[in-house]
């Protein structure tokens, strides 16, 4: 297309009709016009991103490379192909002892908040229904996977659902900056709202703006009503910085999360939520403080001086 007044304002157009578009997205809310949208591209692409995931599998391909040998004349292409497929193997052997590390640290999470989890893999990154920090899952509706479930792994939480398709289903990560959810501080309980900000911490706002709060203090999930879209006592993260008061009825601090959002692999969608609240028993121990070497005080007597001789 040559560069022309028409074709200018072409492109002008489409920029102004997708920022429009954004820009119902987000103040619609859960009640986006958009989301019919987002449902019926969920139900399309799902299954296609479920096939490219299980398609690279290097297990998978390992297997299928070594199969595709055993037919073969020549004995030099035969060796190659099973070396390269041993390779494969082994890479992808390192890899589950990852996920399974990752699989157990998640377990244990949820056991210590007594939630009932069913586990899911991500398998793509930033879905193309929507305009936000967003993972896709290989679970969905026939699952029983439901919109507004929380999402956490073996570190804390991920986020919420917020598309469903029969397979699949879309997860709102909590670092988006429409992301918002209540928090409580470890041990004091000052209750406030944690907001994504993208690639950056999280932003939370106390409502106690005398609050006394230092870095490394630990936050976690409040809860919402009828446990949805969060379950109480999910780990959040820890205080990298306290901005100052200034006198505002709020505090202002920044968070970081304790989820790594870049490499997520394994994670569990919460379909039961735990009886009773279980305030801070989901955060993991605090590592001690390490202890002062000893100080080695060593001591010289003198050794009696010798009697002068007669």
């Not at 879309?170 to 900056?177: G, H, N, R």
């Amino acid at each position: 297309m040559r560069d022309t007044r028409e074709s200018r304002l072409l492109l002008v157009l489409l920029i102004a009709i997708a920022f429009a578009l954004i820009t119902v997205d987000i103040r619609g809310g859960e009640q986006s016009p958009l989301d019919g949208v987002r449902h019926a591209a969920a139900s399309a692409f799902g299954p296609v991103e479920e096939g490219v995931a299980a398609a690279v599998d290097p297990v998978g391909d390992a297997i299928a490379a070594v199969r595709d040998s055993g037919g073969r004349s020549d004995r030099i292409s035969e060796l190659e192909r099973e070396n390269t497929a041993l390779k494969q193997k082994l890479g992808s052997d390192v890899r589950n002892r990852g996920r399974l590390r990752e699989l157990d640290a998640m377990l244990k999470t949820a056991g210590r908040g007594q939630y009932g989890i069913k586990g899911a893999q991500v398998i793509a990154i930033g879905a193309a229904q929507g305009f936000s920090w967003t993972v896709t899952i290989d679970i969905g509706s026939n699952d029983g996977i439901k919109r507004d479930m929380t999402v956490l792994n073996g570190d804390g939480l991920v986020g919420r659902v917020t598309t469903v398709g029969p397979t699949t289903a879309t997860v709102l990560l909590a670092s988006d900056p429409k992301f918002t959810v209540g928090t409580r501080m470890e041990k004091t309980g000052e209750i406030g709202f944690a907001g994504g900000q993208g690639d950056r911490s999280l932003r939370v706002e106390l409502l106690n703006g005398k609050a006394v709060v230092h870095e490394g203090d630990r936050l976690v999930t409040f809860g919402s009503s009828k446990d949805k879209p969060f379950v109480p006592g999910v780990p959040v993260g820890e205080v990298s910085r306290v901005e100052p008061a200034g006198g505002g009825l709020t505090r202002t601090l920044q968070v970081r999360p304790f989820v790594g959002f870049s490499k997520l692999d394994l994670v569990g969608v919460v379909v039961e939520a735990p009886r009773e609240d279980p305030r801070d028993s989901v955060l993991p121990p605090k590592p001690e403080a390490p202890k002062p070497a000893p100080t080695v005080t060593v001591t010289v007597t003198p050794s009696p001086s010798a009697k002068p001789q007669d």
